[in-house]
């Protein structure tokens, strides 16, 4: 069994700061981390490989820092990584980054018949969600996306069988081999790394391509040429200056703190009480 696992190096989210005068992203400084959304997927992959055996491939495109990611992920007890790293990827949205990467995955279908590729359900960064479902849809994969658990696997009949999150309750979806998985968050827990796997990945060979080796066949698809998005501002939450209205219940029945606070948030917006009366009466 062939799982190749596709990861993103992200700033650490909690350490962001937005330039006041610019409003733009400040990076330095900020520590790189594997997305955490990913680590899901990785550890998923890990427990296939365990029961079913054969190999799980990491892929990440970012620039030559991003290998640290690939050896964290190594030492978990992935088998190999790979890099996808070319200045001619820079500035590359969602569009571009699936394109790149589903060039390096078919490249790497050529060395080994890939079974199934995981990727979490988004990144920290961007938040859309989108890099997954373009690679399937340029590979001609199967799509599972927001899959909370893998029922089944039947590597001779080429099956699986999925349980995917969705707004009406929990779908169990069956389907063939080979797909592409975006794992939910909270699925299942990472495991630590072994003092072998760790070893192991301060020798691992991270292999580097370049958009050559990775089989890019049109420059004009990648970086910031294949890229139509633009960001035309980021900004921080503006902070708010009410404060929270405490309420004392010693000496008050609940029925009249409601009231009393219901009372006060009717003189703060005078059209909400005629507007709660009239739906409840609808």
Known sequence: MHIVVCIKQVPDSAQIRVHPVTNTIMRQGVPAIVNPYDLFALEEALRLKDRFGGRVTMLCMGPPQAEDALRKCISFGATDAILVTDRAFAGADTLATSYALAAAIRKIGQEQAVDLVFTGKQTIDGDTAQVGPGIAKRLGLNLLTYVNRIVEVDLDARRLKVERRAEGGVQLLDTTLPSLITMLEGTNEMRFASMDDMLRAGRCVVRKWSKED?????????????????????????????????QVVEDSSVQDICLNLLQKIFTTHPTLEAETVERLSA
Do not use: N, Q, Y
Request: charged residues 25%; positive net charge; proline residues 9%.
């Open 214 to 246: 990775a089989g890019i066949e049109d420059l004009s698809k990648i970086g910031l040429k294949g890229s139509p998005t633009i960001v035309s501002k980021v900004f921080g939450p503006t902070p708010r200056t009410e404060k929270a209205d405490l």
